[in-house]
């Protein structure tokens, strides 16, 4: 009897070459065919991988801008210790990132991050020519608004707001606003 049962279990399991089981005709899969991944399940994959990948960019986006808090401004140097034509470059307090400041005449200047928006080479100032140069691709920008006036950048220079209180430069923590070329401002 015992040999029996051990015949029966192994009929049951599918080892007996003599037996199929009848729900194999309308379902012909193997063993060896189940890790497969047809084209719709690899596609449907695919496609909800970039839904939520999409999702979570979204979310965080969001989330960063509703948590944003202002930032105060900090001191740049004294009014009396920046001579008008010259330029100097003050380090970001928060960032450690690099800006370039322009004093134009007694009462204008001008800030702007020092990195060129190309490939973030560093820029300098030039006075004669009132410009902004990018030794890396030949870029130009205008010294007065940072807008590109030759070379490959098309985007405009990141600018910090100036102001002056009781006799000290102060720039703001967060870049301006700078005008965008797409929307027809600065149009050459």
């Known amino acids: 009897m015992a040999m029996e049962t051990k015949h029966q279990i ?9 037996r199929s089981r009848h729900w194999e005709k309308h379902f012909p899969l193997r063993r060896q065919d189940e890790a497969r991944v047809t084209r719709r ?11 939520t990948s999409a999702f979570g960019l979204w979310a965080a986006k969001n989330d960063h801008a509703a948590t944003a808090e202002p ?78 006036l030759a070379g490959p950048p098309r985007i405009p220079l990141h600018r910090y707001q100036v102001d002056v209180r009781a006799g000290v430069l102060y720039l703001s923590q967060t870049p301006g606003n700078p005008p965008n070329p797409l929307k027809g401002e600065h149009a050459r």
């Open 10 to 18: 192994n009929e049951l399991e599918g080892d007996s070459p003599a």
């Open 41 to 51: 399940q690899f596609t449907n994959f695919m496609c909800m991988a970039s839904v």
């Open 71 to 148: 930032l105060e401004d900090f001191a740049v140097c004294s009014l009396n210790d920046f001579v008008e034509g010259e330029s100097r470059i003050f380090e970001h307090p928060r960032t450690g990132q690099p800006i370039l400041m322009i004093r134009f005449s007694e009462d204008e200047f001008a800030a702007y991050d020092q990195r060129c928006t190309h490939l973030l080479c560093p820029v300098h100032y030039e006075e004669a020519k009132q410009e902004i140069i990018c030794p890396c691709h030949h870029g130009v920008f205008d010294a007065r608004d940072g807008r590109p």
